[in-house]
């Protein structure tokens, strides 16, 4: 089912789909598809492709598509961990430790990288969700953190 259709244009989050988190939008009516790309933790989106090329649709839509995306965020970040049974595409992100239990995803100073398949997105009713990680420190210990932006 389409997350959402803005005239003929349906959004999508496809369970092959690959990382970065995406949204893939079709337009079968005039021919074509593009992919914006959000973060599970970051604010902001930015366009992958369009497909072909020749039938691209103007930047006010995609811009238009973009603007929606972000409208939607939250809605798109649960789709994909629940379309893509838990991936979340932060594996090996490096990470900055900004107090216990917390840390910054691409921080100036990394002291930390995130382990494999052990970051989780988590939702509570009435709360926006979020991401907790196991990260391990260049010292060698593993904690249990959340990803900030």
């Known amino acids: ?10 959004a999508w989050i496809y369970k092959n789909d690959h990382c970065e988190p995406h949204v893939t939008f079709v337009c079968r009516a005039d021919g074509w598809t593009a992919r914006i790309r959000f973060n599970m933790v970051k604010p902001g989106v930015a366009l992958v492709d369009v497909k ?23 809605a798109c ?4 961990w629940l379309t893509k049974n838990g991936e979340l595409c932060l594996d090996n992100k490096d990470v900055e430790r900004l107090a216990p239990g917390k840390v910054l995803m691409d921080g100036p100073a990394p002291s930390g990288r995130i382990i494999s398949k052990l970051a989780v997105y988590v939702v509570r009713p009435g709360i926006p969700g979020h991401v907790i990680a196991s990260v391990c420190w260049s010292d060698g210990s593993i904690t249990h953190s959340e990803i900030v932006e």
């Open 77 to 80: 970040r649960m789709e994909w």
């Open 1 to 10: 089912m389409a997350l959402w259709t803005h005239k003929n244009i349906k």
């Open 52 to 74: 072909p090329l020749k039938n691209a649709p103007s930047l006010a839509v995609l811009n238009l598509l973009a603007n929606q995306l972000v409208q939607n965020l939250g």
